[in-house]
């Protein structure tokens, strides 16, 4: 069993960043494809971002390209998501997910799920 937990979120302006994370216990998560997706309200849980096991390999939403940046560091068992350039429409709870095999975007691909963490950026 993987137990994935996410830090980070807050309140911020527009334009601001903000770096979440997600800290993975049970298993060293170095083994495992990490993910980040969100849920803004009354809408479905979509992709951002994914990186897998190396790190070597990353995967972006559209919306999320050129302003966010994943990594991970597994001495840690942690996994950042780095957002620039916060747009209102990036209000969301961020969940961090991981599976077993290489990259993908949907997320009932992924097993394992975190709590999130709240994202509100004002305008």
């Known amino acids: ?5 996410e830090s980070g979120g807050g309140l911020v302006q527009a334009g601001a960043s903000l770096r979440i994370s997600c800290a993975a216990s049970g298993r060293p998560s ?4 990490m993910g980040w997706f969100r849920q803004a ?3 479905e849980r979509e992709f951002v971002a994914t990186i897998n096991w190396s790190g070597d390999s990353t995967g ?3 919306s ?3 302003r966010f940046t994943i990594s991970r560091d597994n001495t840690k068992n942690t996994v950042y998501l ?9 209000t969301a709870v961020y969940y961090c997910a991981a599976r077993q095999q290489g990259i993908v975007a949907p997320p009932s691909f992924y097993t394992y799920w975190g709590q999130g963490t709240q994202v509100t950026v004002s305008s």
């Open 82 to 90: 780095q957002m620039n350039s916060l747009k209102p429409e990036d």
């Open 64 to 66: 999320v390209k050129g």
């Open 30 to 33: 170095s083994s495992l494809t």
């Open 60 to 62: 972006f939403a559209d």
């Open 1 to 5: 069993q993987v137990q994935l937990k």
């Open 41 to 43: 309200p009354g809408k």
